[in-house]
């Protein structure tokens, strides 16, 4: 609590007020400096108000200026609220999207401001910092507060190639990639986005492979981007494997393990 505030035994008739407000209003969450139009109440003293309740474990105090509900535990929502410019991304996006059956034991959180990791409510929080540009394919899930933004499918399947480390690793990035309905337009968009020439060659090797449905049109895309330099295909795995001189890449996994893990459920 702020060294200024007032901390009081028991709960002040401003303290009951609010919360009764909080309540009418069903607000879950809320910034400092916005809950006194939120409920449409001025108070005398709102930041001492507030962080009574948080000591009294009726808030919980997210951050600074951040607060919850204390039995508000959406993960999602809490991520992105804390964080501006973000999006629930990366392996969460893919368990949320229903493309993989392995949950992340963190919550990855895609933000075009750097912020430091976290842990609130005993989950842990990974933020990844992007530069404006790469931030695209943003749609919503859920319903009033519990609605939060999230990457669609194919920004969450671009954004696993491009950052491979937060992705579950690479046979559950195949996996998901095999079971997901693609867009070529939407692929090719975020991939100019993202600007990753390795990537755009690792995805339309595999669409072509997989025969992926859908896809020829990002395939022929990405057909015109190959460049000179060799890539691995599997950016985690050692420099070794069948060379692929028409996509320039480096088969680190072969394709009948591509072909394998294209059909496991992970």
């Not at 105090?61 to 410019?85: C, D, M, P």
């Amino acid at each position: 609590m702020a060294r200024s505030s007032y901390k009081s035994e028991n709960l002040t008739g401003e303290q009951l007020k609010l919360v009764q407000l909080l309540n009418e209003n069903e607000i879950e969450y809320f910034l400092l400096d916005e809950i006194e139009e939120l409920v449409n109440r001025s108070f005398k003293n709102i930041g001492e108000v507030v962080e009574n309740l948080a000591d009294k474990k009726i808030l919980h105090r997210l951050e600074r200026a951040k607060y919850a509900n204390i039995n508000f535990n959406n993960q999602n929502v809490i991520g992105t609220f804390i964080s501006q410019n973000s999006a629930v991304a990366y392996w969460s996006a893919l368990s949320i999207h229903g493309l993989t059956s392995r949950f992340p034991n963190k919550v990855f959180i895609q933000t075009t401001k750097r912020k430091k990791d976290k842990t609130i409510f005993g989950v842990n929080y990974k933020f990844i910092t992007i530069p404006e540009r790469k931030r695209a394919g943003i749609t919503t899930l859920g319903y009033g507060n519990n609605s939060y933004p999230i990457t669609d499918t194919e920004k969450t399947i671009v954004d696993c190639f491009d950052l491979q480390k937060y992705s579950g690793g690479f046979d559950l990035l195949i996996s998901a990639f095999s079971q997901a309905k693609l867009s070529s337009k939407k692929m090719i968009e975020y991939a100019e986005a993202t600007d990753n020439i390795s990537v755009i060659k690792r995805i339309g090797f595999i669409a072509e492979l997989l025969n992926k449905k859908g896809l020829q049109t990002f395939i022929n895309y990405a057909k015109l981007k190959v460049n000179k330099k060799y890539t691995l295909i599997d950016s985690a795995g050692e420099d070794s494997g069948e060379f692929v001189s028409s996509w320039r890449l480096r088969l680190n996994v072969n394709r009948d393990e591509i072909m394998h893990l294209s059909k496991e459920l992970y």
